[in-house]
């Protein structure tokens, strides 16, 4: 780890709420928009990100992320770049239904998935080690573009646990970590075993 790693800093965003939050239908990589109270969400979070450092403002390109980052992008300044990578995690078809639905559903899909075993592909969508792998991959590369300062990244939960294992941020709400914390926690978790329990 160099030194400019260690000045480095990373913000990580929920997005703001959504139609599907609020009824808690699974969403993945569906794309609703932000909900009215989304909108005035994602106001506040511009409103108290305003004068706040950051080098640079990376979102998913999913609706909600980037309808999320556009008030933080004008209070700092900055341009929101979208990235495919920090998508939430895909649920396949799942994604639209609540658990309850897809408990009828698909059963023991459900419980494998609970179970948080690494490799299980939710709706026949994307496993938990293959959404760590991309966000890391994305985490690595954006760190690289900056010589010293705060990342901002506005994503989703699943992007969120993939990164910084237990943590469960609500809508708009903020984790943040330096960068050097972030890389080598996501290794000790993976290390230990403890990946299974994402």
Do not use: Y
């Amino acid at each position: 780890m160099t030194e400019a790693t260690i000045e480095k800093r990373v913000m990580l965003i929920r997005h703001a709420q959504t139609d599907w939050n609020a009824a808690r239908r699974w969403q993945g990589h569906a794309d609703p928009p932000l909900s009215t109270e989304g909108e005035a969400q994602a106001r506040v979070l511009g409103e108290r990100m305003a004068g706040q450092p950051a080098t640079a403002l990376v979102c998913s390109d999913l609706k909600r992320a980037v309808q999320t980052a556009a008030p933080v992008a004008k209070a700092l300044g900055l341009e929101a770049v979208q990235d495919p990578r920090f998508r939430e995690l895909d649920v396949g078809h799942w994604s639209g239904q609540t658990r309850e639905q897809i408990e009828l559903e698909d059963p023991r899909g459900l419980r494998a998935f609970e179970s948080g075993a690494p490799d299980v592909r939710p709706g026949g969508g994307e496993s938990r080690g293959e959404i760590r792998r991309r966000a890391l991959e994305a985490m690595e590369d954006w760190l690289g573009r900056i010589a010293s300062g705060r990342l901002v990244v506005v994503t989703h939960l699943g992007v969120i646990l993939a990164l910084l294992p237990g943590n469960e941020p609500a809508n708009t709400a903020a984790v943040e970590v330096s960068a050097q914390d972030l890389l080598t926690r996501r290794k000790r978790f993976d290390d230990d075993g403890s990946g299974a329990v994402l």
